[in-house]
């Protein structure tokens, strides 16, 4: 599946509620487990929760509109996919994105870095896909970096 391609099933705009499901693929390598394990030792600050199975994140979507993702990783390493339910569906596309903006990937140069640095090889393959999740907004970071002091 392309990494930019999002397959969504039975979400009703009109409801509220999440009627189904959207498959997201994010671009590889990504160990999904390890980068979102920082919130689970954070603390819940309620707007991200990560229990070592699923996250469940409050997201801006615009507007100032938020939506609640719960997302569950599947795939691997090499095909890293989110399982993914919105609440309210009627902003299920702009949720998606905005979750998808938050799993950056390795730029371009990282390789080359890697291969000229024998630290950073080595880091790179002991930890193979941690990359940081980014967060969507300014106030979401102000209230990420005060809670994870808690």
């Not at 954070?42 to 100032?64: I, K, N, Q, T, Y």
């Amino acid at each position: 599946m392309d990494a930019r391609r999002t397959v969504l099933t039975g979400l009703d705009p009109g409801s509220g509620v999440v009627a189904g499901v959207a498959e997201m693929a994010l671009p590889p390598p990504l160990d999904l487990a390890a980068s979102l394990e920082a919130y689970r030792r954070w603390g819940d600050d309620r707007l991200d929760r990560w229990d070592g199975e699923r996250l469940l994140r409050a997201l801006p979507v615009g507007g100032g509109r938020w939506a609640a993702v719960r997302a569950v990783p599947a795939g691997d390493l090499g095909m890293p996919r989110l399982i993914v339910q919105v609440a309210p569906a009627g902003l299920g596309a702009a949720a998606l994105d905005a979750l998808r903006s938050t799993f950056v990937a390795a730029p371009p140069a990282f390789e080359d870095l890697a291969a000229r640095d024998p630290v950073i090889a080595a880091l790179d393959a002991r930890h193979a896909g941690l990359r940081p999740v980014l967060q969507p907004d300014l106030f979401t970071a102000l209230v990420r970096s005060i809670s994870a002091q808690q």
